[in-house]
């Protein structure tokens, strides 16, 4: 996480600052196990960081903490995940420096690819660098916990299983890099009931099957559909194809693991 030094802001001072990435996922199975006493579930699934990110900025700026959106639809006050980060820290330890944050959205809210968790687990990561604060993992854990049940997954990102770890075929196909296995593999039992309410799921999953790919599925509780393509110039393809279709946004990624 680099830091850079000197930017000039308000009243011509130089400040620090962090450029950091938050990568959404994608659920590679998700099931549910069991309903709990606090009126959650229990849930097993299989998540995969993906190239697709916001850009975050964090500068020591402003007044407490004070969040800038390009995007007016997103919230800058305390129902951001991230103000509730920074702000968690700032009280866990007492901290009194002034922070900016600056959030590009790229993905998608509300389509089952955790960028605000992913967000906030960057935002934790960060802060806890700039402002030097001697967190072990297990510590940030338990931040990230009090944050929501995705949020500790993107502090390491890359492959993981979520909450139980039965789903033990799709786990070794991921551990063995085996796409097709992957890909025969995917599975989401909120599918069937999505589509039924939204038919254009389906014919979204049908339309990505049609082309050269391992496999396709709904992540999270949707609306997203993914698909695992044999190459890039095959997601590409299809990916035209898609964005025919009225108020259906379309991307190209990857799988991606960063080291943090």
Not at 182 to 198: K, P, Q, S
Request: hydrophobic share 45%.
């Amino acid at each position: 996480m680099p830091v850079e030094v000197g930017k000039p802001v308000e009243g011509g001072k130089p400040v620090k600052e962090l450029h950091l990435n938050a990568y959404a996922k994608v659920n590679l199975t998700l099931n549910v196990v069991g309903a709990r006493s606090d009126g959650y579930h229990e849930i097993e699934s299989v998540m995969h960081t993906i190239a697709l990110h916001d850009s975050i900025t964090l500068r020591e700026a402003g007044t407490g903490v004070e969040v800038l959106v390009t995007n007016s639809e997103v919230p800058n006050d305390h129902r951001n995940l991230v103000v509730r980060a920074a702000q968690l820290l700032r009280d866990a330890f007492a901290v009194e420096r002034n922070v900016q944050i600056e959030l590009v959205k790229r993905i998608p809210a509300a389509a089952g690819l955790g960028g605000g968790s992913s967000d906030a687990a960057v935002t934790l990561l960060g802060l806890a660098q700039l402002w030097k604060l001697r967190l072990d993992g297990r510590e940030l854990m338990a931040l990230a916990m009090k944050l929501g049940s995705d949020v500790p997954f993107f502090l390491e990102g890359g492959a993981a299983i979520a909450a139980r770890p039965d789903t033990t075929a799709m786990a070794d196909a991921v551990k063995r890099e085996d796409v097709r296995d992957v890909g025969r593999l995917l599975r989401n039992v909120f599918e069937d009931l999505i589509t039924a309410a939204h038919p254009v799921v389906g014919d979204v999953k049908k339309r990505i099957l049609r082309g050269e790919a391992y496999g396709a599925a709904l992540s999270g509780t949707g609306p997203t559909v993914f698909g695992l393509m044999a190459n890039e110039a095959a997601a590409r393809k299809v990916a035209e194809e898609l964005q025919a279709l009225p108020e259906v946004d379309v991307q190209v990624t990857r799988t991606f693991a960063e080291e943090r």
